[in-house]
């Protein structure tokens, strides 16, 4: 591997762990809605100049049979996924949803073997049992009375899974007529705009006068560098290196959202975290091979 992609590798475990820090703090002073809302108006016209600069107009010209798609699009990947996400982290913590959201990966691997006629082979049905087990351990705490007091937030960073799941592969489809950069910028386009009446209803954006540099600081965190110059790395990086090796980084992120989560934050790491955690990954990491 490149050492110019290594570091950028690292940089974006840095930075996707640190998004769930970021959620955090920005919840102190900002509704989840209105949050996830000003993260993607802001992170939409830099990814659509982005794609401008390096696609030209081409890219960004939209057929009529085309709306129905990117609204589908943006409103699973971007809509429903963020703003479930944030509304979760108000219940759950930073270090449960860093693990949590990994269950996507058996979620693509299921809605790829329906869809798209991909095969579900018996290590990746192996890997999507582990990782269950493991979501389970971390959502009742290692306890079976744990079934009774469930985290609701936990639960829902779990469906947002599925949601990204099935953006992931009905973005594959697009994919096959459309370059990267254009399929995010009309799913950022649609899903914002989708946004915005909930953001609306739900506070009416009287919230924005008592905005501090923190609530600013992490819209901006979560918009220029999660949603924008992370998505550039990684493409990047797929590009350039084996999409297994790239794929491989992404177990780090639990591991350092919890280390900042620890020390940001004050959350507690329990042992059944840990061992839900490792299963979690390790179903993961099967379940891609």
Known sequence: MKPKTFIELLALVLIWSG?????????????????????????????????????????????????????????????????????????????????LINFNVPFIAI?????????LNKKTAFGILVSFIGAVIIVVNGSLSGFQKINIGDILIVLTGVFWAAYSVAGKKTMEQRTPLSMTSFSFLFGTIFLFPMALFESGFSFIGGV????????????????????????????????????????????????????LLGEVITIFTVIGGILVIFGVYLAER
């Open 212 to 263: 501090t540099i923190l609530g600013l600081g992490s819209v901006l965190y979560l918009s220029l560098l999660c949603s924008v110059y992370a998505y550039i790395c990684w493409n990047r990086s797929m590009k350039c290196e084996k999409a297994s090796n790239v794929a491989m980084f992404l177990y780090f992120v639990p591991v350092v959202t919890a280390i900042m989560a620890w020390f």
């Open 19 to 99: 998004s769930w820090i970021a959620i955090k703090w920005g919840l102190t002073e900002i509704p989840p809605y209105s949050l996830a809302f000003f993260r993607f108006l802001i992170a939409c016209p830099v990814i659509v100049a982005i794609t401008y600069q390096l696609e030209g107009k081409k890219s960004l010209r939209i057929n009529k049979n085309e709306i129905i798609t990117f609204s589908i699009l943006g409103l699973l990947g971007v809509t429903l996924v963020q703003a479930i996400q944030v509304y979760a982290l108000k219940f759950t913590s930073a270090i449960n949803s860093s693990i």
């Open 111 to 119: 809605f790829a073997m329906i869809f798209l006629g991909e095969a």
